[in-house]
């Protein structure tokens, strides 16, 4: 089964995104970042309950790639979540260990931790009819790199700056062995630095290319901040 993940995350859950650690409602998650190195079977991840309320998380993996500059969540069996489902206590955490079950020939390779909040029970009326209520559910989204070798991988990561059918788009390459974690994206002429995107930008995997588009007519080199490093990003012709 593979799915889009813009897909996945505009359903009727609400989406959020994630600060560190990831705070939306009532539940805490941390860290966001979790890996799996090598040598290692495991990686923990906290799920807190801030609320006055029990609430019950669901935990799902799936593998993530990038086709085509989108990304695609596929169905898969080689990493999981103990416990898949928890109810949280007001107060309380809950401990989901992330599992990988099969040794992986790639020096990283991508997943993504979906966390729904599962509805409650709808309320009953005192003539036990079901009660109308308008709920929204969280999801959160979380990446999850493992790796195969002691020495992880590196981004290696190109530019291209060419005009869409919307506008001028912005391309990135990845042609590494390692994922690149792009914030803060901005162009730069001379001293002239313009921020086109501040915060999370997104994620290059290895292999892929993602596209941005570019608001107005500026122009120059391309500078992002690349797992926590500035780096001013070579042109591909």
Known sequence: MRLPLFALLTSAL???ALPHPA????????????????????????LENKGAEPVTLQVRTFAWSQARGEDQLD????????PPIATVAPGARQLVRIIRRAPEGAPETAYRL????????APRGPDGAVQARLGVQMRYSIPLFTHATATPGTPQLDARIAAGP?????????????HARLTDLRLVTGTREVTVHAGLTGYVLPGATVTFALPGGEAGRVKVTVNGTDR???ERA
Request: aromatic share 4%.
């Open 23 to 46: 705070l939306a409602a009532t539940v805490v998650i941390w860290p966001v970042d979790p890996v799996i190195r090598a040598g290692e079977q495991t990686a923990a991840m906290w």
């Open 232 to 234: 001013l990003l070579d």
């Open 14 to 16: 609400a989406t959020v």
């Open 114 to 121: 979906l966390i729904d909040e599962l509805p409650r029970p």
């Open 166 to 178: 919307d506008g001028r788009v912005l391309s990135i390459r990845n042609t590494g062995t390692a």
């Open 75 to 82: 169905a898969q069996e080689a990493v999981v979540a103990s």
